[in-house]
């Protein structure tokens, strides 16, 4: 226990000096184990131990918050809710399988008031939690769900944030399989009250996310997805596949926005970006990000103009194109050459033709295995701005000389006669379809 304390005491000594959240950890407080005080088995996720977990966490917010530490172990949990106060403490190298049936879609863990009035989301109050945190003890612990084949109708999330201000996530590895939906997402309220603006919160508020990974993500998802955020800072995260930081709001709903995000250290390989702003029809605030990487990836950094999407055109007719606010900015972007990039079939008329026979569709075909394209790619048209510093390239061919790419460098004709021209020349049924996926 003595080298639990210490540990904890480094934690609160060495809190993040940027960022939202607040460090609210006492480590003279009350400290409970999930094995010792609890009974948690480590049983090598043969069994959901959920409801354990839950009573845990439930015990020590009652008390007045403290530290739930889960000791190293294989555990199976899903759908277990933070409540305020608590910091949940799991030791280096602890292995979380979720608990997920099949045909369903899950979350391991979920911040968000959890609402047992029966009155359904849509008319949810503003209640919410606070001072909460999921954080490694000693290093990184892992939620692990790469044995799941990716299926219709399934999807999974490692980590969702609603309502919920000063919260922290820190030290987690995710192994994913390709599935659907990012590992962590932020999102608003789902109340259709329109007064929310009101609220003393109504989306994941003043948080910090740091020193997070996924493997093998969906070229449709990514680490981390934010549809409704405000004072958030994002440090040193990295995706394998898919986008690691994806600013795509507004696709569908009310309430959607991001406001005052900060991020640094931003790396993608193989995958689509490490950051990504798409607005759809939300009207969002200032975004700043300082250092991005991208190895073997289509771009470092994807800008898109706001559209509406069908669904949320015939949901509020009034819907217009959104927008980030003019002055965000993007700095210190480096992308380097690869052919393992995940690249959308709609660059096709982007993608040099040099490398034509170098790409491989991938199940999902709206995708493919390819070579990487540039660095930044700004679709704005103009719409808003986002200032750009500092762009590097390593062992481009094409676009070397092409910091910023837009509309006007793509090659004259349609995407979709060349693709089906593409799979024609290479024996592919122009007609084929795989698994759709419902990311971008």
Same mark, same amino acid.
Not at 70 to 81: N, S
């Given at each position: 226990?003595?080298? %639990?304390?210490?540990?904890?005491?480094?934690?609160?000594? +060495?809190? %993040?000096?940027?960022?939202?959240?607040?460090?609210?950890?006492?480590? !003279?407080?009350?400290?409970?184990? /999930?094995? +010792?005080?609890?009974? /948690? %088995?480590?049983?090598?996720? @043969?069994?959901?131990?959920?409801?354990?977990?839950?009573?845990?966490?439930?015990?020590?917010?009652?008390?007045?918050?403290?530290?739930?530490?889960?000791?190293? &172990?294989?555990?199976?949990?899903?759908? #277990?809710?933070?409540?305020?106060? *608590?910091? /949940? /403490?799991?030791?280096?190298?602890?292995?979380?399988?979720?608990?997920?049936? @099949?045909?369903?879609?899950? %979350?391991?863990?979920?911040?968000?008031?959890?609402?047992?009035?029966?009155? &359904?989301?849509?008319?949810?109050?503003?209640?919410?939690?606070?001072?909460?945190?999921?954080?490694?003890?000693?290093?990184?612990?892992?939620?692990?769900?790469?044995?799941?084949?990716?299926?219709? &109708?399934?999807?999974?999330?490692?980590?969702?944030?609603?309502? #919920?201000?000063?919260?922290?996530?820190?030290?987690?590895?995710?192994?994913?399989?390709?599935?659907?939906?990012?590992?962590?997402?932020?999102?608003?309220?789902?109340?259709?009250?329109? !007064?929310?603006?009101?609220?003393?919160?109504?989306?994941?508020?003043?948080? +910090?996310?740091?020193?997070?990974?996924?493997?093998?993500?969906?070229?449709?998802?990514?680490?981390?997805?934010?549809?409704?955020?405000?004072?958030?800072?994002?440090?040193?995260?990295?995706?394998?596949?898919?986008?690691?930081?994806?600013?795509?709001? =507004?696709? *569908?709903?009310?309430?959607?926005?991001?406001?005052?995000?900060?991020?640094? $250290?931003?790396?993608?390989?193989?995958?689509?970006?490490? *950051?990504?702003?798409?607005?759809?029809?939300?009207?969002?605030?200032? #975004?700043?990000?300082? =250092?991005?990487?991208?190895?073997?990836?289509?771009?470092? #950094?994807?800008?898109?103009?706001?559209?509406?999407?069908?669904? @949320?055109?015939?949901? $509020?007719?009034?819907?217009?194109?959104?927008?980030?606010?003019?002055?965000?900015?993007?700095? $210190?972007?480096?992308?380097?050459?690869?052919?393992?990039?995940?690249?959308?079939?709609?660059?096709?008329?982007?993608?040099?033709? @040099?490398?034509?026979?170098?790409?491989?569709?991938?199940?999902?075909?709206?995708?493919?295995?390819?070579?990487?394209?540039?660095?930044?790619?700004?679709?704005?048209?103009? +719409?808003?701005? *986002?200032?750009?510093?500092?762009?590097?390239?390593?062992?481009?061919?094409?676009?070397?000389?092409?910091?910023?790419?837009?509309?006007?460098?793509?090659?004259?004709?349609?995407?979709?006669?060349?693709?089906?021209?593409?799979?024609?020349?290479? =024996?592919?049924?122009?007609?084929?379809?795989?698994?759709?996926?419902?990311?971008?």
């Amino acid at each position: 226990m003595k080298t %639990v304390l210490l540990m904890m005491t480094v934690f609160v000594m +060495t809190a %993040v000096a940027e960022g939202a959240y607040e460090e609210t950890m006492d480590p !003279n407080g009350l400290t409970m184990n /999930l094995r +010792t005080d609890f009974g /948690l %088995v480590n049983d090598g996720a @043969e069994s959901n131990q959920s409801e354990r977990l839950q009573k845990a966490i439930d015990e020590v917010s009652a008390k007045g918050g403290g530290r739930l530490i889960v000791p190293k &172990g294989t555990y199976r949990f899903a759908k #277990v809710y933070l409540k305020s106060n *608590v910091h /949940l /403490l799991i030791e280096k190298d602890t292995v979380i399988k979720p608990y997920w049936p @099949e045909g369903t879609k899950t %979350v391991v863990f979920i911040l968000d008031f959890e609402d047992t009035s029966g009155k &359904g989301p849509k008319k949810r109050g503003a209640e919410f939690i606070e001072n909460v945190s999921i954080r490694g003890l000693g290093g990184r612990f892992i939620v692990d769900y790469s044995d799941r084949e990716r299926r219709e &109708g399934e999807g999974i999330r490692s980590v969702l944030c609603r309502m #919920v201000r000063n919260f922290l996530i820190s030290d987690l590895d995710i192994k994913d399989n390709f599935t659907v939906y990012c590992g962590l997402t932020m999102t608003p309220t789902r109340s259709q009250d329109e !007064n929310v603006k009101n609220w003393e919160i109504s989306r994941a508020t003043d948080g +910090t996310i740091r020193n997070c990974r996924i493997y093998n993500a969906s070229p449709g998802y990514g680490l981390v997805q934010l549809h409704g955020a405000q004072s958030l800072h994002f440090e040193d995260l990295y995706a394998k596949g898919g986008v690691t930081l994806r600013l795509e709001t =507004g696709a *569908v709903g009310d309430h959607t926005a991001v406001f005052n995000i900060t991020a640094r $250290n931003i790396t993608n390989e193989n995958g689509r970006c490490a *950051v990504m702003l798409g607005p759809h029809s939300a009207n969002n605030g200032l #975004v700043h990000v300082d =250092g991005v990487t991208a190895r073997s990836s289509t771009y470092a #950094v994807t800008i898109g103009r706001g559209n509406v999407k069908k669904a @949320e055109q015939a949901r $509020n007719p009034d819907a217009k194109p959104g927008r980030f606010a003019d002055g965000c900015s993007i700095r $210190n972007i480096h992308a380097v050459f690869g052919k393992d990039a995940q690249v959308k079939t709609h660059e096709m008329m982007n993608i040099p033709e @040099e490398y034509y026979d170098d790409l491989r569709l991938r199940k999902v075909t709206k995708f493919f295995d390819g070579p990487s394209i540039g660095a930044v790619k700004d679709y704005t048209n103009g +719409t808003y701005r *986002v200032d750009i510093e500092n762009v590097t390239l390593e062992g481009f061919k094409y676009n070397a000389d092409k910091k910023i790419l837009t509309p006007e460098d793509a090659r004259p004709g349609k995407w979709g006669q060349a693709l089906r021209k593409w799979k024609a020349d290479r =024996g592919i049924p122009v007609e084929s379809r795989g698994v759709r996926d419902s990311g971008e």
